[in-house]
Every structure is written in structure tokens, then in C-alpha cells.
């Protein structure tokens, strides 16, 4: 079982840029898939972006060019870079991961969100 926990989250003008950080209790051989999503509340959650065990990336297309995912193995950390915020960037953000050895953007563990709020 691993547990996620987020932060970063806060308030920021549009343009502003945030990083939002998900620390990961554990990782198992061959490593997870790991990503971020975010909720309006009434909507459906919605995948941001997406790093493989191997490293590769893929975003959603509202983000891309402005959102970076990366991950630091050696401190079990999971980031997401937010650049050039937008008001419908508005959301909770969460942090997922796969079950070990997933290769695809799929999740089955979750952290409990950090809000991201970007103003006018």
C-alpha cells in the first residue's frame, strides 16, 4: 500500500507559477506510473500529466508547454512545475500512482489534494 501526500497548493494571481510536491511513502521494483489530475468540484477529474517508470512524459493539451512533471527516485518525490497559471487551472490537484510495474496512466493509489487557486 503506498501513501501519497501532496502540497504546494495555494493562491496565485494569473501568470504566477507554482510547484506542487507529492511525497511517496515507498516504491517497488520496476518502479509506478506515476501523475497528476485535478477536480472542479461537480466535474470529473481530470489526468494533467503523466510520468512512466521510464521516464516519459505525456500532458494533457490544455498544460502543455506551461506544466513539467518530473520526480526525484532517490527522495520518492513527485512534482509538478506550474508555469503561466491560468483562472481554468483552478482545481484540486492530486497526486496518483499505479500499481507496480504499470506502464500505463492509469492509477490506483491517490493522495488526498492540495487546492491551486489562480486569480484574475
Known amino acids: 500500500q503506498l501513501q501519497l501526500a501532496e502540497s504546494g497548493g495555494d493562491a496565485v494571481q494569473a501568470g504566477g507559477s507554482l510547484r506542487l510536491s507529492c511525497v511517496v511513502s515507498?516504491?517497488?521494483?520496476?518502479?509506478?506510473?506515476m501523475g497528476w489530475s485535478r477536480q472542479v468540484p461537480g466535474n470529473e477529474r481530470e489526468g494533467v500529466a503523466c510520468i512512466g517508470a521510464d521516464g516519459i512524459t505525456t500532458y494533457t493539451d490544455s498544460v502543455k508547454g506551461r506544466f513539467t512533471i518530473s520526480k526525484d527516485n532517490a527522495k520518492n518525490i513527485l512534482y509538478l512545475q506550474m508555469n503561466s497559471l491560468r483562472p481554468e487551472d483552478t482545481a484540486i490537484y492530486f497526486c496518483?500512482?499505479?500499481?507496480?510495474?504499470?506502464?500505463?496512466?492509469?492509477?490506483?493509489?491517490w493522495g488526498q489534494g492540495t487546492q491551486v487557486t489562480v486569480s484574475s
Open positions: 496518483a500512482a499505479g500499481a507496480p510495474g504499470s506502464l500505463s496512466c492509469t492509477y490506483r493509489y
Open positions: 515507498r516504491t517497488t521494483p520496476g518502479g509506478h506510473t
